[in-house]
């Protein structure tokens, strides 16, 4: 079925450097400017089998969130690729740097509201590289928390204030499975 407006002119509302405002018929939504609207979310775990989530204060929430590593496609080169964005990510976020990238899915972040889609994307063969924390001021803070023991933390982060990434659920699933639902081999 074919909503009424997708037919509708595309009307540019508002610009700028990272997000523009587009109304369609009655609908007014956000789209990325650069990397065709995408965006990785990396799950990594550390040869310790920690799993890599980072914590940062977000602007639009007005709160510290804890999520795992992620960056816009694009937002460098116009030929950027979901891989090199992934490998970027983890490195400028949490000092990892993995041998193996592999995208698992791609799919909506919020369908509603905005035309970005983001990968989730598997990295293993983990080796620390350097510090972590982001560029400029993104101010991250890194943390390797036991597989085991991650789904608890997330949850006592959430008592404590913290918003948390709903994605994560997905990411920690995706560490002991393919998206269709088979064990991951090791």
């Known amino acids: 079925m074919r909503h009424p407006d997708a037919d509708a002119p595309r009307e540019v509302l508002f610009e700028g450097r990272w997000l523009r405002l587009v109304q369609r018929g009655r609908w007014e939504y956000a789209e990325r400017v650069h990397g065709g609207g995408m965006a990785v979310i990396i799950i990594a775990c550390t040869p310790e089998d920690e799993v890599l989530f980072v914590e940062q204060y977000r602007i639009p929430l007005g709160k510290p969130t804890i999520e ?67 560029v400029d001021d993104e101010q991250i803070i890194v943390h390797r928390v036991p597989r085991s023991e991650a789904p608890a933390w997330l949850m006592r982060k959430h008592a404590d204030g913290y918003e948390v990434d709903l994605k994560l659920w997905g990411g920690l699933w995706m560490l002991e499975r393919e998206p269709d639902g088979r064990p991951l081999s090791r």
């Not at 116009?78 to 193996?100: K, M, Q």
């Not at 080796?127 to 924390?133: A, I, L, R, S």
């Open 68 to 134: 795992m590593p992620a960056g816009l496609v694009g937002d460098e080169r116009d030929d950027d690729t979901l891989i090199e964005a992934a490998r970027r990510e983890l490195v400028e976020e949490t000092g990892w740097a993995a041998s193996n990238v592999d995208v698992l899915l791609v799919g909506p972040t919020s369908s509603g509201m905005s035309s970005e889609r983001i990968a989730f994307v598997r990295a293993t063969g983990l080796t620390k590289v350097g510090e972590g924390g982001g």
